[in-house]
């Protein structure tokens, strides 16, 4: 069964640190770019920031430029978000998803960014 599992959510504090996490499994994940996207209370999703097969080339959504940082390891099958300076606008349930998508989506990870 091909899925992809997002974890490391939770809820912090204006100016804090969140590691996000992406387990692929049941297809082969190295040849794929890989997306982590946003969707925050009422709003459609939204792309955060891409990364490409072998890692070479990343793209970030403006407002994350600076503070987020996608990476991936490739022999774990695994994507990630390093997300520094959060906002209270940064709230939202976080998803990954490679291109071309995997369906059905995974269920996200939930981020919470509140004093």
């Known amino acids: 069964q091909q899925q992809l599992v997002e974890s490391g959510g939770g809820l912090v504090q204006p100016g804090g640190s969140l590691r996000l996490s992406c387990a692929a499994s049941g297809f082969t994940f190295s040849p794929y770019t890989m997306r982590w996207y946003r969707q925050a209370p009422g709003k459609a999703r939204e792309l955060v920031a891409s990364?490409?097969?072998?890692?070479?080339?990343?793209i970030y959504l403006d407002s994350m430029k600076g503070r987020f940082t996608i990476s991936r390891d490739n022999a774990k099958n695994m994507t990630y978000l390093q997300m520094n300076s959060l906002k209270p606008e940064d709230t939202g349930v976080y998803y990954c998803n490679r291109i071309p998508a995997l369906f059905p989506w995974g269920q996200g990870t939930r981020v919470t960014v509140s004093s």
């Open positions: 990364i490409s097969s072998v890692g070479g080339t990343t």
